[in-house]
């Protein structure tokens, strides 16, 4: 019979593995954001955010197999504050984020990047052609005044 703490480790387990994927996702955005190849560029604190995402996958996944061993082992899993760590560098890197986004911005706009006009407040799009852009204003759609 499988108990609560086994379908917890295995939950966690498979959380772990799911959140790496997301790493390559914001590294990929910042090294776009780097280079200034595409001529668009999805950027958000959130997708920077998504770097530490290594860190906490370890998290996840050491976890579960801590859990795991002990639970075979039929020894009480020791509630311990090293964890408290990861949680606290998370955080860390949360409030760092900001800044790091707001260097990736200003970096996109030296180099003539404009944000689109879209109302999305968590993914910001930079293009170099505002036609790019799925609902740009008026007058960059029109090129004249109203």
Do not use: H
């Not at 966690?12 to 954001?33: E, H, Q, R, S, Y």
């Not at 280079?35 to 976890?63: C, D, H, R, W």
């Amino acid at each position: 019979m499988i108990n609560k703490q086994k379908v917890a480790a295995i939950l966690f387990f498979v959380l772990g593995i799911l959140f790496i994927p997301l790493f390559f996702l914001g590294a990929n955005t910042v090294l776009d954001a780097f280079e200034k190849k595409n001529n668009m560029i999805f950027l958000s604190q959130g997708i920077v955010f998504t770097i530490a995402m290594p860190l906490f996958s370890y998290f996840l996944i050491s976890v579960a197999i801590k859990s795991l061993i002990l639970q075979k082992r039929n020894e009480k899993i020791k509630n311990t504050n090293k964890y408290i760590w990861v949680f606290k560098s998370l955080f860390f890197i949360f409030i760092l984020s900001f800044p790091v986004t707001w260097y990736l911005i200003s970096e996109l706009t030296a180099n003539n990047y404009e944000k689109c006009p879209e109302k999305n407040i968590f993914i910001q799009k930079y293009t170099t052609d505002l036609s790019l852009c799925s609902s740009p204003y008026y007058e960059e759609r029109s090129g004249t005044k109203k």
